[in-house]
Structure formats: C-alpha cells, structure tokens
C-alpha cells in the first residue's frame, strides 16, 4: 500500500502557504455579479455576497440599489421590513433608509435623525442581462470584467445559475484545468483526446493574466457543439481558450471549425461561456453562466439547444466540486494535502496571485 513519503506531503503544505485557500479574505476591489436583471424590482431580496449579507431593490425609476441587509440599530434585516417609495422603513421600530443608506427617520426620535447613520450602500452597475456590484473600499477603480459582447444583439446568449456549495477558488481551479474534460464530463461535452492535446500556458502573476489554450485537432466535436456548427460526424478542430479574467469572471471561448474546409473559406463563429463566480461564504458560491455566440443569431432553437446541453455539463461541476467540499469538511484543512501535477500550473498561479489580491475587509 502505498504512503505518501513525508517529504512530500511537507513540500506540498509547504507550496500550499502562499496559494489561496478557504482561509484566505476575498479580493473586494473587483466588479462582482450580484445578479441577473430580472431578479431585482419592487420586492425586497436578500443576498449573501463575499460574507456580507446584502438588501436588493429597485426604485420607482426602475434603478437597483443594494446595501447591508443589518439595520444599524439592533439589526433587523432590512430584507424583511418594507419598501416605501424608495425608501425602506425597519420591520422593528420603524428607521427609514434613503437608496444612498442614509437614514432619514427614527420615528422615536422626536429631533431628525442624527446626519452620518445609516447603512452602507453598494454601487451597481447594469450590462445586458447582468447586474454587477463594487463591494470595495471608495469608489469603483476598474472596468467591467466583461467586454461589450454581453449586451449586444449580435452576441445571442442565455443564463444559467447555480447555488454551489463550494469554494469559488475551487471552481476557478476547475475552470482553468482542462484535463477533467475527459473524465468529469466523458458523459457531455469531454472526449478521450482532450486530456492529452497540446495545450499553451500564459501566464502573467504582476497583471493577474491566466490563459490556457488547448488544441484538439482532429477531433470529433460532441453534439453541443457539433449540431450547431453544422460539425456533426465531420473531422473537426476543436481550439479552446480559458481565461482567468480576475476574481469574478473567467471565459472560455471555443473555435470550431471542419479540416475539410479550406483556412480562407472558414466561418468566423466563436462560442464564449462567461462563467462567474461570486464568493457567497468561503465554501459556498452563486455560479453564474452567460453563455453566447455570434452565428445563428435569430435561431432561439440553437440557444435552448446548446443551453439544455451546457446544463448537463456545468452539473457535473456542480456535483463535482460539492463532493470535494464536503470531504474537505469533513476532513478538516489542516489534515489534508494535495498534490498538483505539471497540468495544474495556471491554476496554482492564479491561486498565488488570489493570495497576493486578498484583503481584509473593513467593517
Ligand atoms: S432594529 Fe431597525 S429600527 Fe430598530
Ligand atoms: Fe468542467
């Protein structure tokens, strides 16, 4: 039977002190999706994001607002008072809150209430279906993750969200890790090939650049990506790139195209899937996926297609990386180990550079 020489479990705890972990703060100066559009009106919604728990809703106007669930006074979640206007007045004795969060009424104070009490408001910003929030100290100081793609009509896509009950590190690691392919997903969109094509690494720890990109040429293409490319039982290159763009957004785009057709008579059609994670705990996340393309652009039947199909696949993830958490819980951290493997090097420095970002965050 085999055991782990000690060495290398020391050399493998040893790398793991400067990777990012469930111990490790998040990153709050990032552009986080908070949710979709539709998710926020006239009804007040409560979200846990990065361990805060959060208060959403829409003003009269129609414009989102988000801030600290917990009314400053003997914390009473705001999420379960009442909107007023576009004010919330507290379910326990009545303070009312403006959209900034500053509080304009105590209705046991016989005087206004005192300036500079309230709750902290939280800034949003809306692209296409999408609902980022700036959780960070100050005011936003980056663009959005994503580029304009989301929001245009050339670009047809559909959502996907799951409440996964693991690390958003973990799914990260997964997302720049194409080797489980073959394995994870031999059942949807992975095939025998994938785990050993070539592959290039980028990697750039100052600016936070993580890509890998794998080529499996030939190849024949799975049916999510086959039926709509008109690729079925064709020889078919299959060039996937998969990107870290920062803490909440990572986007895998695939090129497709037959070895049967010329390189000058090739279609421009690419696929992204924007996978993006918000931490909601250090062991639980909301994956949220937007999933385009720029072909068939007025056939809603690609979309429900390749949607159905991408459900099938992205659950595998979800159960997956639920079952990793759940042992690790049960283990506890401080037992375990893990070794990586040469195919692990874009995660592992993503993982150094999370740990780098992480901030403690004021209260
Ligand atoms: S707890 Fe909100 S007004 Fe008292
Ligand atoms: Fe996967």
């Not at 705890?13 to 709050?28: D, G, H, Q, S």
């Not at 728990?53 to 006074?73: I, N, Q, W």
């Not at 592959?199 to 600016?207: M, P, Q, R, T």
Request: aromatic share 10%.
């Amino acid at each position: 039977m085999t055991q782990m020489a000690e060495k290398l479990i020391a050399a493998s705890r040893k790398a793991e002190a400067r990777l990012a972990t469930r111990k490790t703060p998040f990153v709050f100066d990032c552009w986080y999706v908070a949710g979709y559009a539709p998710e926020f009106g006239r009804a007040l919604r409560a979200r846990t994001l990065l361990g805060r728990p959060l208060v959403f809703y829409r003003t009269e106007s129609g414009k989102p607002v988000a801030m600290s669930d917990r009314c400053v006074h003997r914390s009473f979640p705001l999420s379960q008072s009442r909107l007023d206007g576009d004010t919330i007045i507290c379910g326990y004795h009545g303070m009312r809150y403006d959209a900034a969060g500053d509080c304009v009424e105590a209705p046991s104070l016989r005087e206004q209430c005192p300036r500079g009490v309230g709750v902290r408001a939280y800034a949003l910003r809306e692209q296409g279906p999408l609902v980022w929030i700036w959780m960070g100290d100050g005011e936003p100081a980056a663009d959005l993750p994503l580029g304009d793609w989301v929001a245009s009509e050339s670009w047809p896509a559909s959502q996907q969200y799951y409440h996964l009950p693991a690390s958003y590190i973990a799914l990260h690691e997964n997302l720049l890790d194409l080797t489980h392919l073959s394995f994870l997903h031999a059942n949807s969109f992975g095939t025998p090939d994938f785990a050993t094509a070539p592959y290039e690494v980028h990697i750039d720890e100052e600016k936070g650049h993580f890509r890998l990109k794998r080529s499996v040429v030939p190849t024949r293409l799975p049916p999510v990506w086959a039926e709509p490319t008109g690729l079925t039982g064709r020889d078919a290159a299959r060039i996937t790139t998969s990107t870290f763009v920062g803490p909440s957004a990572h986007t895998v785009n695939g090129v497709f195209y037959g070895l049967d057709v010329p390189e000058s008579e090739r279609p421009d059609t690419q696929i992204i899937t924007a996978h993006l994670p918000t931490p909601e705990t250090a062991t639980s996340t909301h994956y949220f996926i937007h999933h385009g393309r720029n072909f068939a652009v007025h056939d809603p039947a690609v979309t429900a297609f390749m949607n159905k199909q991408l459900e099938v696949a992205f659950m595998e993830d979800v159960t997956g990386l639920t079952a990793i958490e759940k042992l690790i819980a049960e283990t506890g951290e401080d037992d375990m180990y893990e070794v990586s493997l040469s195919s692990d090097k874009a995660g592992l420095a993503m993982r150094r550079w999370l740990y780098r970002q992480a901030q403690v965050p004021k209260l």
